[in-house]
């Protein structure tokens, strides 16, 4: 059986991973994840619509975005 696929959560706040239930109560300070996905080198991502996100926009709001590695 092959490893990756599934989706982990991580908080917009922390960046540590957080359960599936916390990331269900908190769905605009959460981003679901693809494991095993490939990389955006760096890119930020909005953890409420789950777009991406220019690094202004990821000044503003560091508690509501990710970088993505």
């Known amino acids: 059986m092959a490893k990756g696929g599934g ?5 917009a706040g ?3 991973f957080v359960t599936k239930a916390y ?8 981003v679901g994840e693809t494991r095993g996905g490939g990389s955006t080198h760096g890119a930020h991502r ?3 619509t789950g ?6 926009a990821a ?3 560091p ?4 970088r993505d590695s």
Do not use: L
């Not at 989706?7 to 908080?11: A, E, L, Q």
């Not at 990331?23 to 959460?30: H, M």
């Open 7 to 11: 989706k982990s959560h991580r908080s």
């Open 14 to 16: 922390t960046g540590k």
């Open 23 to 30: 990331a269900n109560r908190n769905p605009k300070t959460t």
């Open 46 to 48: 909005s953890a409420i």
């Open 51 to 56: 777009k991406f996100v220019g690094p202004a």
């Open 59 to 61: 000044g503003r709001w």
């Open 63 to 66: 508690d509501r975005t990710i």
